[in-house]
């Protein structure tokens, strides 16, 4: 049984004459994560669309999903706050920055503190 809104996944054909015509939806390759060692995070504080609240945002991280929401994990246990992994992002609520960057540096990642 075939999703309702399949069709919005279909890019670059609109239509085909043949009959024997079967759209392939080719989906995204899972990105290889990057040891540690070769990862350079930037952390900054963020507020801007967030009504005044003040974020620490990670951002830099190349890998998979997965990746991204182990380190998440850790950096909120961590810091005992919570947050979330969003685009290739982790967001922390609060300003965490020196807490971050000492955690990222002491599980191997190059981090730099913007701001």
Known sequence: MA???????????VY???????FEITGQQEQVTLPPQQQTL???LDKSGRAG????????????NNDLVTLTKLLKTKCGVGGSAKDGE???QGDLRDKVVQAL??????AKRIG
Do not use: C, H, M, P
């Open 53 to 64: 609240k003040q974020v620490t945002l990670v951002t830099g991280f190349i890998g998979s």
């Open 105 to 110: 540096v002491k599980e191997g990642y190059k």
């Open 90 to 92: 982790i967001i922390l």
């Open 16 to 22: 085909s004459t043949s009959d024997n015509f079967e």
């Open 42 to 44: 930037r952390v900054l």
């Open 3 to 13: 999703k309702k809104n399949e069709w919005k996944n279909r890019e670059g054909v």
